[in-house]
């Protein structure tokens, strides 16, 4: 199966050098300039990984980890002309799986990215699925099953499952789980998005089994 990669760069030539050698090496390449394209586009797709240009149009690369990071799982490596020791334990420490400095050698590049992917795929060999009742929800491609037939979500709704599944059993903070800014409008969004998401996986959306609220705090979603 062919792996997914994320490619976040400003740089046009590099980004085409890049992308047109990993597809040759039968990696599915995607690729965006900057910052806010690359926070919409993780939305919207599960990456095996995410290769992060630091200095992007829009900020810094590192503002982008912390975005991410704590929703998605997807491994990073730093892709950057900032060579100096202290840049690179600044990105390792905010959750980079590693670190490349330019200029370098494709080769290289090809080596450190297998690293990554044979380490992430150990990891997660025996969490791609997560189980509760009769669902099963697949973490990469973001499906959710009833006895093998497919429950619609919307995208809202897979990302909600995608980070409680992520933190089985354990309680996910209303603020972890909007998007945006934290304005209490969007923590009542989230509330709504909890309710409808209820209504399609409890058999008592008022006395639910799985997704449970941790009052004052968030929501749990709990295995049976």
């Given at each position: 199966?062919?792996?997914?990669?994320?490619?976040?760069?400003?740089?046009?030539?590099?980004?085409?050098?890049?992308?047109?050698?990993?597809?040759?090496?039968?990696?599915?390449?995607?690729?965006?300039?900057?910052?806010?394209?690359?926070?919409?586009?993780?939305?919207?797709?599960?990456?095996?990984?995410?290769?992060?240009?630091?200095?992007?149009?829009?900020?810094?690369?590192?503002?982008?980890?912390?975005?991410?990071?704590?929703?998605?799982?997807?491994?990073?490596?730093?892709?950057?002309?900032?060579?100096?020791?202290?840049?690179?334990?600044?990105?390792?420490?905010?959750?980079?799986?590693?670190y490349l400095s330019k200029p370098f050698e494709p080769e290289e590049l090809y080596l450190r990215i297998n690293s990554i992917l044979k380490r992430s795929d150990s990891n997660n060999k025996n969490f791609q699925y997560v189980n509760f009742g009769e669902y099963k929800f697949?973490?990469?491609?973001?499906?959710?099953?009833?006895?093998?037939?497919?429950?619609?979500?919307?995208?809202?709704?897979?990302?909600?499952?995608?980070?409680?599944?992520?933190?089985?059993?354990?309680?996910?903070?209303?603020?972890?789980?909007?998007?945006?800014?934290?304005?209490?409008?969007?923590?009542?969004?989230?509330?709504?998005?909890?309710?409808?998401?209820?209504?399609?996986?409890?058999?008592?959306?008022?006395?639910?089994?799985?997704?449970?609220?941790?009052?004052?705090?968030?929501?749990?979603?709990?295995?049976?």
């Open positions: 199966m062919e792996k997914n990669i994320l490619l976040v760069d400003d740089d046009e030539k590099l980004k085409d050098l890049i992308s047109k050698y990993l597809q040759e090496k039968g990696f599915e390449i995607s690729v965006c300039g900057d910052i806010d394209e690359a926070e919409n586009i993780v939305e919207c797709f599960v990456f095996d990984l995410i290769i992060l240009d630091r200095m992007l149009p829009g900020g810094d690369g590192i503002d982008l980890i912390k975005k991410i990071k704590p929703k998605y799982d997807m491994p990073i490596l730093l892709l950057t002309a900032l060579g100096e020791s202290k840049e690179r334990i600044t990105g390792l420490k905010i959750g980079a799986e590693d697949n973490l990469k491609t973001l499906i959710l099953k009833k006895n093998n037939n497919n429950i619609y979500l919307t995208e809202n709704e897979k990302n909600l499952i995608y980070i409680l599944s992520k933190n089985i059993n354990n309680t996910v903070l209303r603020e972890e789980l909007t998007e945006n800014d934290l304005e209490e409008s969007d923590l009542r969004k989230v509330d709504v998005q909890i309710t409808r998401l209820r209504q399609k996986i409890e058999k008592n959306p008022k006395k639910p089994l799985f997704i449970q609220t941790i009052r004052g705090k968030g929501y749990r979603l709990v295995t049976n």
